[in-house]
């Protein structure tokens, strides 16, 4: 192993360790306090929540990296048979450690079809960290351990939107760590794998609508206060669901093979987690400031106001709407990945892969509360998608490379659900960074991304209030549009 | 000196592509070509002028589309705003009354049978989903005062009250919209009370001075809101309704035999000519139909008094109720026109119309379902559909000539 430093071989590994330390401290302090497992970033980047940027290198190459994954670690995610072999980690003895994080910058919004004003999303920038660690056993094993956010959504939308009453501000994490092992059984065909734990969270807050809300009295147990005069989309409460620790299990292989000189290809497969969320429901009042007239349809004294009746039948302590558990589930989708990378001149990589989610598992969410009267079931009916990621690298220069990249995404949200929880469309992204071993065996990564999603009719409500039905485009009444700029930044030590 | 590379050994550094590549490039190609579909809205069509971007309508029963009694989403659809939003091109949504109605229409004059029949619910309540906002905010019963508030004394709030309104006022609901144009059409019920109940005093209508103090300050605030315009209508002249017929009628009715014989009608219900006053003298059809001639079809002795100030309008009171009527418009006019508004005066539409004859002077009895004519409903109060449509034509007009703006005329209805 060449060097440039005349320290002593035993003082140069403990500094890189040093540095490997700094890179994962750096990577947690870069990307915020909400950063790491324990907070759970949120972000949407890929079709449907899935976030595939799990590497700065990767992502420059719009993450066309299932044949050659980036000597960083993140074969974890990309390829699981990468960790050993030749082309990626020629350590067969050595660490490796990466780290890093994506910064997501989303804008969007709706605009209404009637023509009322525009609203705007209203997202913070979300970091999305990785981190990946392999040590290699030998001249074809290798193991890690990765801990990556592969599905994550953050909507933030004001509280005055229509789009408030599906979820104005709302969340979903489930991180992922896994251990693999990857095995060389013959020279040029490399396969690896291991199991995954996910733990995930969710957040959902959401306004109701005093319009769909059953009055409960009189002879008509349907009666609903929007018939007696409750105009659409009056707030009187909002709700905050929040559910944590969901704890899941899956596994992630891959395989990877040289096909001659100069082309390989990738194979991935990562399996469906289940994920059973239990957590709380948390209801507030929300004053409408209403006064009842005389001789009005509920029976009430005139000047009553409604605020105050509400918050003793509704909001009291017998009251429909008061704090208590709540159950959800949701199903992380499988993935599927194939591709190659084709060394078209020395110096110069093409990438190439193929991608299918697994979406349609995500067909509703079922919200279970304490008391059954509250359940409720948002209707997604995802399809699953497609995605055919492109990407260059090329070297400039001994410690630098460039690389670029284009990729299209289909859509996971069929044209009756697209809703402020994921206002979703196909989407294309072209991709550019640059690489750089600023000394031996270390190396940062830089990567920008322009996410460009096509604009797509939508609605504003998940349902149609109380009269349930299927989702139907009938009820789509505007137009989302959503783009995001992505800044990703890897650092990572090779300890030989 | 560069070392080669022995993955590409010199005979394949030749200019090929390898197949892979071209592969890729021509999964690219339709990727690339089909990618980019943005979905775009149908483009919104423009209001007839910026003026009209955001309407709304304030008012009593006739703005509220009530007719015969009753009201639902077809007699809804029927009154002059959502004519003039159509006309505007601007978005108008309305509080939808589920059929048969809250309360569901008279569909028989004489019977006062209503849609749906005895069984139907008395009201129907709010169609769904309700719209979030509407912009016809006007409330049957609603009299000036109404406008601006929903509690306390000289208000008449009803179930109508809360059913389209919600639990705020008429003015609330409109600041909340921000209107770029209003109509404000108000003060018939401040009078029309008093003319049904066959009792016009200063205690029983609104003191002209107190309707126009309420009637400015509903303009004021809804400027405030953002109006730059609108158009004031005028307070009818409820003596010009068909619901209250001239005693004369009665006196005629009976001379040609077409009243039950245990019917009597007083000598001072004859026409002038004949002795009498009777066509100063102004009955309601609930006292006259309602009442007598019920009692009288029944074999009791029923006898119309036309000097009876407690049951009939008797020349000074009819005076009073014009002079009543035209002091408000007084005060109406001169505060649209102080303030740019446009100015719609129905009174001379109303007399025209009753000119040619339109407007019987006596209930059409011989036919229930057009009891009062073509231009007034079956309470003989509440215009028609048709009548709705002569009124929008002069709102036309009167914004026309005030905002320079070139609103096209409702289609004129069928007239015998």
Sequence with gaps: MASSSHEPARSRVTHLLRLAVFAVAATLLLFGPRAGPASGPAALSAQGFGVYEQGACAMARAGASVARPCADGSALFFNPAALTGTGVHDTPTGWTFGAGGTLIAVSGGFQPADGAPRTELDNDPIPVPHFFVRKGLGENLAAGLGVYVPYGLSSRWPAEFDGAFSGFDNGLESIYIQPTLAWEPRSGLSIGGGPVVVVGGVELNQR?????????????P??????????????FGEVRLEGSGATGFGAHVGLRAHLGDRVELGLRYLTEVGLDYEGDARFTQVETGRTLAPNNPFGLP?????????????FGSDGLLVDQGVTTAADMPAQAVAGLAVDVRPGLTVHSDLQWTGWSSFDEIELEFENPELNETIVQNYDDTWAIRVGAEARVAPDWTVSAGYLHNTAAAPAETVTPLLPESDRNHITLGAGWQFRDGVRVDAAYQRLMQNDRTGRTRSSDGLTGGPPTTDLNNGLYDFGAHLLGLSLSVEVR | MKTPDPRFPESSRRPRVPGPLLLLVALLVPVLTASCADEVLAPGEAPADELFERYVALG???TAGFQSEGINAQTQVEAYPVLLAEQMNTPFPIPTLTSPGCPPPVINGLTRERLGGAGAPQCSLRGLPAPERIHNLAVPGAATLDLLSNQGQGTNANELTTLILGGFTQIQLAEALEPTFASVWIGNNDVLGAALAGVA??????????????????????????????????????????????????????AEGALPGTFQVSDACAPEAAGGQGEAVLVPFAWGFGELLARAEAGQEATLDCTDETRVLVPEEVDFLQETVAAYNEALAADAQARGWAWFDPNPLFLELADQGLVPPFPMVSDPEALFGPLFSLDGVHPSGAAHRLVANGVVDAVNATYGTNLEP????ALP
Aim: hydrophobic share 40%.
């Design chain 1, 208 to 220: 109701l609508d005093l319009s769909e809300q059953r009055v409960g009295q009189g002879d008509d």
């Design chain 1, 222 to 235: 349907d009666l609903t206060f929007g018939q007696l005069g409750i105009p659409r989309g009056t707030p």
């Design chain 1, 302 to 314: 005139g000047g009553t106001p409604l605020d105050l009746v509400l918050q003793q039948a509704v």
């Design chain 2, 60 to 62: 009593n029963s006739i």
């Design chain 2, 201 to 254: 005093t200063e205690a029983t209508v609104t003191d002209p001075a107190e309707l126009a103090t309420n009637h400015a300050q509903v303009l004021d605030r809804l400027e405030d809101a953002g109006a730059r315009g609108g158009v004031v209508i005028g307070v009818a002249d409820v003596t010009l309704v068909p619901n209250l017929v001239p005693g004369a009628a009665f006196w005629a009715a009976e």
């Design chain 2, 410 to 413: 409702v289609e004129p209805p």
